[in-house]
């Protein structure tokens, strides 16, 4: 069983910055893409970015240029850093990764961390 654990989530002012990560740990054979979604309240979860195993990376429209995500292979850990934070980024931040456990490949999900920016 593999789990993602997200920390570095919480209450900031508009024009701050929060780092969010996420770790993966359990039986873990190899980790393709990772990424960041979040989810408001009532509206849908939607894509922030993802990093494939590689480096390379993609934005939604909406974070591009305040938002830089990245990743540490070796302690299969994605990072989220973000700059310039307005109230309409609040949300909670879900990570994701596509996993490889032994013969098994599947697609998990964290428990999410608040994100909350004051105006």
């Known amino acids: 069983q593999v789990q993602l654990a997200e920390s570095g989530g919480g209450l900031v002012q508009a024009g701050g910055s929060l780092r969010l990560s996420c770790a993966a740990s359990?039986?873990?054979?190899?980790?393709?893409?990772m990424g960041w979604y979040r989810q408001a309240p009532g509206k849908q979860r939607e894509l922030v970015a993802t990093?494939?195993?590689?480096?390379?990376?993609n934005y939604a429209d909406s974070v591009k240029g305040r938002f830089t995500i990245s990743r540490d292979n070796a302690k299969n850990t994605v990072y989220l850093q973000m700059n310039s934070l307005k109230p309409e980024d609040t949300a909670v931040y879900y990570c994701?990764?596509?996993?490889?456990?032994?013969?098994?490949?599947?697609?998990?999900w964290g428990q999410g961390t608040q994100v909350t920016v004051s105006s």
């Open positions: 990093i494939t195993s590689g480096g390379s990376t």
């Open positions: 994701n990764a596509d996993v490889v456990a032994g013969i098994i490949a599947y697609n998990a």
């Open positions: 359990g039986s873990i054979f190899s980790i393709n893409d």
